[in-house]
Nanobody, 123 residues
Framework: QVHLVESGGGLVQAGGSLRLSCVGS????????MGWSRQAPGKEREFVAA????????DYADSVKGRFTISRDNAKNTVYLQMNSLKPEDTAVYYC????????????????WGQGTQVTVSS
């Protein structure tokens, strides 16, 4: 089965940067459409960013455009989320997810999720 593990979360000051990593194992993770979502305290999980298997297509939530960058290294079965100019409202648990059924585009249904990594941005 597919197993996803996020890492790289932590405590940073507003305006700082952080890079999250998601390492996959099992299945053909390097060929899956991938994405990141987050869940803040008291809020529902929301979409953050997505990337196709070839990195030819990416998408971002309006709230993070220009600040976050999603990328992947298929040779390492790893997806990254580079977060710059962090704001307190970015504080959340960040999750990566995989869609094994989308061939060329972005994910339309995530079947596998990691356990999340906490990102806390202080003012």
């Amino acid at each position: 089965q597919v197993h996803l593990v996020e890492s790289g979360g932590g405590l940073v000051q507003a305006g700082g940067s952080l890079r999250l990593s998601c390492v996959g194992s099992g299945g053909a993770v390097s060929s899956y459409a991938m994405g990141w979502s987050r869940q803040a305290p008291g809020k529902e999980r929301e979409f953050v960013a997505a990337i196709s298997w070839s990195s030819s297509i990416t998408d971002y939530a309006d709230s993070v455009k220009g600040r976050f960058t999603i990328s992947r290294d298929n040779a390492k079965n790893t997806v990254y989320l580079q977060m710059n100019s962090l704001k307190p409202e970015d504080t959340a648990v960040y999750y990566c997810a995989a869609d094994p059924h989308t061939y060329n585009g972005l994910a339309d249904d995530y079947n596998y999720w990691g356990q999340g990594t906490q990102v806390t941005v202080s003012s």
